[in-house]
């Protein structure tokens, strides 16, 4: 009879609590493909995943997830992954790492981001998601919404984080300072060749479902830029997709810590960022 007792609490302490009893058991259970928001880090040229690794250590010390993989693509498009979703982790972090950086094809950037999403998708069937982009990682997120932004069968995008993005153009490489100006609709004049094909996703971007946070810099040097990006070539972005989304906001930060290459290291970017992606303080 004791030991028919042991046995009885025995079982009913496993049941209660996970594996070894070290973590309850509700907090053990694994989550549904459709509870699970992955957030997807894109990198600037002539860079790599590294750049994203301060923004991500950031979140996780926000305690935002502890699930972070490696997205790895080849200079071919081909894409691995590196590490595994935790099944505990509802939003995990996907680091994608172009290997060749210095591609300035801008279709053929937002066909590798297909291939990384659909890579994931594959793997792990959620069926929503978060991009963020830095520089030229946010063309290949515009490139591949414009190619796949109304397509139902990928998951579908939530929010959107675009952090120095140059939209229409980059100083020194036919842009310069004050040349963009920007029509009370935030119609840009002039455009670049990117710009005026970007133009179809104001048929094409996700219908009112996303939620767009384009944060730029300004080193307040009276440029009105990050030192590499114009302002308004960032601010562009607001024709474009402003009247489809759920919402749109620019922010703006000043100082040698808004500098363009300096936007993915710099704390008070990180805090917006976490704030707007998870809601963490």
Known sequence: MQSLKRR????LCLGGWGIWG???AAQAATIAPADVVPTLFFHGSDSSYHAERYMVGAAKHAKVTKSVIRADVSARGKVKLIGKFRPTSPTPIVEVNYR???NFNYRTDGRWARNVVRKLQSVY???RMNMVGHSMGNMAIMYYLLANGTNRKLPQLQKQVSLGGHYDGV??????????RLAKSGRPTPMDTAYRQLLALRQRYPWHQVRVLNIYGDLGDGTDSD???????SRSLRYLVAHRVL???DKQFKGRNAQHSKLHHNAQVDRTLIKFLWNKA
């Open 8 to 11: 009885l609490v025995l079982a």
């Open 22 to 24: 070290l973590v309850p």
């Open 100 to 102: 060749n950086s210095r």
């Open 125 to 127: 069937h959620f069926k």
């Open 171 to 180: 100083l020194g490489e036919g842009d310069w300072p004050h040349r963009i």
């Open 227 to 233: 030192g590499r990006v114009a302002n308004n070539s």
């Open 247 to 249: 919402s749109y906001r």
